[in-house]
């Protein structure tokens, strides 16, 4: 996705956001929103917009669990493994995609499909387990078959 | 006659498949030539029964749920548009007890109106409040919060009232109304819900709250863990801007507010409100010293009144029916209702809206109806990752902020995630420690450092090495913690962990006579 738009996608977020009040975050989203990471060529160009040092933009990066330094796979996958999803069986679900995606948490699949993230709840508290897809679909009351299910249809889906 | 249809956009009902529910309900009314008007509204809160699709009828709204994509064909041939037959049916919405039994005033909307409309909202005493405010001068305004009881939802019930007065009378020409919507503690759902269902209240409460403490400029911190609620909010802010409920001039007043919604980025301690506010400012969510209180030295270093979403979303039907309309609901000094979220292994998981007074029992049995894994309950999570895991000895303890404090536990923001007999405590204990190891900001030492040993000294007493010694350490650990911290994340921590150690001592390797001892 990114390649050679990135550097200008870059520049026209910083250009877009960068009198905003506090306008890190709103940057970093767009940025992340747009070519799916925050690149490293992303950090000089940030920091020297809002009078930053690079090592201030780069703690902020690394700080929130939400952005990202290198390229995820196609689908993000957010499993939840709070308290509420604990109580219906989450620690199953989360080592059942584990298994069948051959990948641990913060890691991606072989074949670039899939990256499996931890959430640190959902919001879907009364119908758990929960799982939240590239940021925007959300699937409760999870089984090993429900995510198998839904797994297959993205794959089938590419 | 065009008939009207009910379908939720909340995100557990979308989370459950009610977009291809209302997809089949639109294209199968096509194919039958039936005119139907699909609503995507809020949800009840019933989730249990999610997807639930409303018929409007005469006699009031007809439910059937939870409605698949695949239910939709055998709903249009039992005509459930006009006969309440089908076997899904579950008669009038409002008859339903679990929705009877409760006292709704803040969420009075939710699941009835279609959220983005604000003429929907206008319909249903929206803006009322607003108006209100308007007449009055802004010490009136935060005369009558005061009045009405209400305390912080957030967790910490704080007084509302005494903190728009503090900011009212800081000096500055600059304030700021943030909304801490950094839902992220497990068990709750009930911001999320304002925010997804009923954006126009949060949007009002936070108007309202700008003018009663001279403030012109407000924003609202939404978890990336969100976007539904983010999209709700942006696209209900841009409606209320544009009809002038916001901006240079709300409603002709010459009083301005403007709101802006903002995306936080996974952090669970930017909950915390003065981490919240650093990373509002663009920085790493650091906790920070007070005081100052950000009342004094807030946002952008200006006086900033915080609160959370359902302390916000309040304000408006005080503002609109008075102070002692909320104020005479409740219990000693917990005035008012509370949205309880029943979650975790419950039968009936939803929103419970009720003033304070019940016993925790008849929520998780009365409305909940036990497990849903239909095993016996264990333990209790109240208030979120930080609250105590309460056992069957305390289910009569009174929903009320006090009645919670004097049992050692946290009533909070009133968040319940049931546990069956199935749980392992030292697990759930290892567990808060390791959260907490996790997401610690890692300022103060007792927080960045405590919870690592912390998750060491659990699995040694779980592994039986020098068991009562690391115990004594753990005890010694904890209150470090709770009086060492800088904040409520290393500061709270130990009360999962020290109640799931007393009250369920064998989970850990403890002889139960040895806890007498």
Known sequence: ?158 | MTITVFVPRDSTALALGAESVAAAIVSEAARRGLDVNVVRNGSRGLFWLEPLVEVASPQGRIAFGPVTAADVASLFEAEFLTKPTHALCLGPTEEIPYLKQQQRLTFARVGIIDPLSIDDYLAHEGYLGLKAALSLTPAQIVQIVTDSGLRGRGGAAFPTGIKWKTVLGAAGDQKYVVCNADEGDSGTFSDRMVMEDDPFMLIEGMTIAGIGVGADRGYIYVRSEYPHAFAALNDAIATATAQGYLGDNILGSGKAFHLEARKAAGAYVCGEETAMLESLEGKRGIVRAKPPLPAIIGLFGKPTVINNVISLAAVPLILARGAAFYRDCGIGRSRGTLPFQLAGNIRYGGLVEIAFGPTLRQLLYDFGGGTHSGRNIRAVQVGGPLGAYMPESQFDTILDYEAFAAVGAVLGHGGLVVFDDSVDMAKQARYAMEFCALESCGKCTPCRIGSTRGVEVIDRIVAGKERPKQVHLLRDLCDTMLSGSLCAMGGMTPYPVLSALNHFPEDFGIAVEAKAA
Do not use: W
Request: glycine residues 6%.
């Open chain 1, 1 to 158: 996705m990114a390649e050679a738009s990135g550097i200008e996608t870059i520049k026209a977020v910083v250009e877009a956001k960068k009198s905003l009040p506090g306008a890190l975050l709103p940057i970093l989203h767009d940025i992340q929103d747009a070519l799916g990471h925050v690149p490293s060529e992303a950090v000089p160009v940030i920091a020297a917009a809002l009078n930053l040092s690079r090592a201030e933009v780069h703690g902020v990066i690394s700080y929130y669990h939400h952005f990202r330094q290198h390229p995820a796979g196609h689908h993000v996958l957010r499993v939840c493994r709070a308290e509420a999803c604990q109580s219906l069986g989450s620690e199953a679900l989360a080592d059942h995609a584990k298994a069948t995606l051959g990948c641990d948490f913060h890691e991606t699949t072989a074949d670039g499909s899939f990256t499996l993230e931890p959430a640190y709840c959902l919001g879907q508290c009364a119908c758990g387990p929960a799982m939240l897809i590239d940021d925007s679909e959300v699937h409760a009351r999870l089984t090993p078959e429900k995510f198998d299910a839904i797994v297959a249809a993205k794959r089938g889906a590419e």
